[in-house]
């Protein structure tokens, strides 16, 4: 399927982007491409082929959730620079 300059201007209004006449022809070509190459697999017969959102087995590697007592706060603030009683004091960020 072959863009034509005036598709590529519709796309680039709808998605509220700025063109100059090289970015047009540019997006037309690569746009006219890669529609070219969805031509192609549409012509592959998928009959018999159950559809797939995710052809590897995806699972969540997450260790166990294992309760345990925290660190005392003398130890966790031992190396911060600045400090505030039991708080990790940070410089400020907005004024």
């Not at 699972?59 to 031992?78: G, K």
């Amino acid at each position: 399927m072959k863009l034509d300059r005036e598709e590529v201007l519709r796309l680039a209004a709808l998605n509220k982007l700025g063109m100059t006449e090289e970015d047009v022809s540019v997006f037309s070509r690569q746009l006219s491409d890669i529609l070219e190459g969805f031509e192609i697999l549409n012509q592959v017969d998928t009959t018999g082929i159950s559809p797939t959102a995710q052809p590897n087995s995806l699972f969540n590697v997450m260790r166990a959730d294992i309760i345990a007592p925290s660190m005392p706060p003398s130890e966790v603030l031992a190396n911060a620079p600045l400090r505030n009683g039991e708080f990790f004091r940070i410089h400020a960020v907005l004024e």
